[in-house]
């Protein structure tokens, strides 16, 4: 994509006669000046600048890319116009960018200083996914799309003809949204200890969006989704400030509404209903909804140059009472009646948060909080009897299936304390507690205790260092009725989500800032973090990333040169389960009937059999499988990944051996087999039923200056040695 621009700024600057009459003669009587009431109001003209010209663009490759959120289409342009104007003790302003196109944005703003002040905004945002989208349905932007009966027909008798049929009668559209918003407010005080404000804003979002149906595992189907979404936000509130109190109380509301709350689609494969296919589809939308809110704030000035404050809220969250959507849209199926006929859902939430600081002397700073955050779900809960899958059958269940109410509380202790020595020197420490109570979760609880010290240089003409260490523990409670949960539905027992599994982090991160010269300016960045799952069996393991960055500012009177460099690493190792297969030493395998080689050494623990390793053992070279000729043990473990390419990672679950040898265990290599067709050292695990995968992520970016941009990312499969290579330019 090309763009060719001619700007052309014109400075408007009309000075009204008024203003030239000021430079006239003084009046010759000094009671005028000594009375401001008796004084002519002074009327400016509106001055300011305005930015137009024309442009004309010649596309190659995806152009929606290039303008993805902005509007560069030819022809004329004003992307920038600055207005003020001074009346009668008012302060008008008028702002506009890109006027006319997709993303025009205009401000308008009123201001009688100490007294009242009040704006509008008009803001549009286009987003520009695709211009050369291409489809079979027809009813493109509402809730019904719809396929010719002789196209569906001629597809069903010959499903290979779904290729040809959709080149010859597909039409093409843009898959674009816009958003349109539109916000006023005022503030106004009535007195210098009272302040009233308010603001609004609405915004209303249309178009069509990429989405997908599906009538199978084998057979998913594009659809573009309607958008049609109108959402309004309120803000009000009132401030009373008077030595030593601060007073504040407010409401908020957030109203969302969708007029598509459904999506019927064709079936292009088939054309008719039966039992064991259905002609049609429907998917469920965003449902409407609101929230009303009070909050309230109380803020007292302590002695010793401390301060106090409480802010408390609580909100009511309900649904817009949208009917549900039926099992099915099979006209051929018969279901039995719902539980009931909508939602009915509500929730409640409350928040409080109490804060304390004081600087008791100067070298001392002490910071104190605590949050708590509820939020409690009062949907009723929703029996199911039947089930379809993909409109095809109707399954019975043995017994009801009820929906699950998701519920939190959060619970947040924190402090701080900062020790100044010297002017621009400073070291702390601090302590942070989170508890968190969920409901319908394997944990029935969390407790996540994090410790940090922090370092800083400041005040420095020449440089400046900030750095921060943080250790953090997170362990969860109950989670024996989490795992019966679990093994009740059919999955693993030893599977932990991550965002409340037990985990151990430690993370350092280091700010510096340099100043050789004055015209010279360097910043740099280190973030260096690893997150160790102590009792994931199945899942993320561990999770070791690193951040740097640097940037360079050279400023000269006329010109700004600037230049950054950023590296992003992220290392993540996984397990997975997969069909478990007898590990076999027939030199024929079964299947193949191809001769099977020795495979990589894998390492592993074994463990005599007149002593067992204790449940819930941090061994982490140990398995819970029984392996042949060993005896079976009952600490979760891990397997290595190997055989790959980085041998530190294929050794690394071996390393810890004296923590093995705490147990009665030993570190040994075992040799497998597997078949020869198998190219890959990472399907070694799957004699054992599980995998582990362990991959790297690398960004590295550069930008001098602000025009040329180039980005290099790789992914490394490190359990298979394969290496994929991103495009330059991906990111």
């Not at 702390?428 to 370092?455: K, M, P, Q, S, Y």
Request: with cysteine; glycine share 8%.
């Amino acid at each position: 994509m090309r763009t060719v621009c001619l700007p052309l700024i014109a400075i408007l600057a009309l000075v009204p006669r008024a203003v030239l009459a000021q430079s006239g003669p003084p009046p010759a009587s000094d009671a005028s000046q000594a009375n401001p009431a008796e004084r002519p109001t002074v009327k400016t003209s509106w001055i300011g600048t305005v930015d137009f010209g024309v442009r004309g663009t010649s596309a190659n490759g995806d152009a929606a890319r290039y303008e993805r959120y902005r509007d560069l289409g030819d022809g004329l342009f004003a992307d920038r116009v600055r207005l003020s104007r001074d009346r009668s003790g008012w302060l008008l302003g008028v702002t506009a960018d890109h006027a006319g196109r997709r993303d025009q944005r205009y401000l308008f703003e009123a201001d009688r200083p100490g007294r009242f002040t009040t704006w509008f905004l008009w803001d549009q945002i286009p987003m520009l996914l695709s211009s050369t989208t291409r489809t079979l349905f027809s009813g493109v932007g509402s809730g019904t799309l719809e396929i010719p009966d002789a196209l569906q027909a001629a597809v069903q008798a010959n499903p290979a003809a779904i290729a040809p049929v959709v080149s010859q009668f597909s039409i093409q559209f843009d898959t674009r949204t816009q958003r349109r918003i539109a916000e006023g407010g005022f503030r106004y005080l009535p007195t210098t200890a009272l302040t009233v404000e308010g603001k609004v804003r609405h915004t209303n979002r249309d178009g069509e969006i990429a989405y997908g149906g599906s009538f199978g595992h084998s057979s998913t189907v594009e659809l573009p989704a309607p958008t049609e979404h109108q959402l309004t936000d309120a803000d009000a509130g009132a401030e009373f400030v008077r030595d030593p109190v601060l007073l504040r109380a407010g409401y908020v509301g957030s109203f969302f509404h969708n007029d598509v709350t459904a999506l019927a689609f064709d079936n292009p494969f088939r054309a008719v209903d039966s039992a064991a296919a259905s002609a049609r589809g429907r998917v469920s939308l965003a449902p409407s909804s609101s929230f009303n809110g009070i909050n309230g704030l109380a803020s007292v000035k302590l002695p010793r140059r401390s301060r106090a404050s409480a802010y408390v809220s609580a909100g009511v969250l309900t649904d817009a009472g949208d009917p549900i959507m039926p099992q099915t849209i099979n006209s051929v199926l018969r279901t039995a009646p719902l539980d009931r006929q909508a939602v009915e859902g509500k929730a409640r939430t409350t928040g409080v948060n109490l804060t304390f600081v004081s600087r008791p002397t100067r070298s001392v700073d002490v910071t104190a909080g605590y949050r708590q955050y509820d939020y409690d779900n009062r949907t009723p809960a929703f029996a199911m009897t039947e089930r379809v899958s993909y409109d095809n059958a109707v399954t019975v269940l043995d017994a009801p299936v009820h929906t699950e109410a998701f519920s939190v509380t959060r619970h947040t202790l924190d402090g701080d304390v900062k020790f100044a020595p010297r002017r621009g020197i400073s070291t702390g420490v601090g302590f942070t507690r989170l508890v968190e109570d969920r409901t319908h979760r394997i944990f029935e609880a969390t407790t996540d205790n994090t410790v940090r010290v922090i370092f800083d240089a400041a005040g420095n003409p020449w440089f400046t260092v900030r750095t921060k260490y943080e250790h953090g523990q997170r362990r969860g409670a109950g989670i024996d009725e989490g795992e019966r949960e679990l093994a009740a539905i059919g999955e693993q027992p030893g599977m932990r989500h991550f965002d409340i599994a037990s985990r151990d982090r430690d993370r350092v991160t280091i700010l510096g800032s340099a100043t050789p010269f004055a015209s010279l300016g360097i910043n740099a960045s280190i973030a260096v973090g690893k997150d160790d799952y102590l009792e994931s069996e199945f899942g993320l393991r561990d999770n070791t990333h690193r951040v740097y960055a640097a940037a360079s500012t050279r400023r000269r009177p006329t010109v700004s040169l600037w230049a950054a460099r950023t590296r992003s690493s992220v290392t993540m190792r996984c397990r997975g389960r997969v069909k478990p297969t007898r590990a076999r030493s027939s030199p024929i395998h079964r299947e193949t009937g191809r001769p099977t080689r020795p495979m990589a050494r894998i390492r592993s623990c074994s463990t005599p059999r007149s002593r067992e390793l204790p449940a819930r053992s941090t061994c982490a070279c140990c398995t819970t499988s029984a392996v042949p000729g060993r005896a079976t043990t009952t600490s979760p473990g891990r397997w290595p990944i190997g055989p790959c390419r980085k041998k530190s990672w294929c050794r690394r679950p071996c390393r810890r051996r004296s923590r093995c040898r705490r147990h009665g265990a030993s570190c040994s290599v075992r040799r497998w087999t597997r078949p020869t067709r198998w190219r890959h050292g990472c399907r070694s695990a799957f004699l054992i039923g599980t995998s582990n995968i362990a991959s790297t992520i690398s960004r590295w970016t550069w930008t001098p200056t602000l025009i040329w941009r180039a980005a290099r990312r790789c992914s490394w499969d490190t359990c298979t040695g394969l290496t994929r290579r991103i495009p330059r330019g991906f990111v």
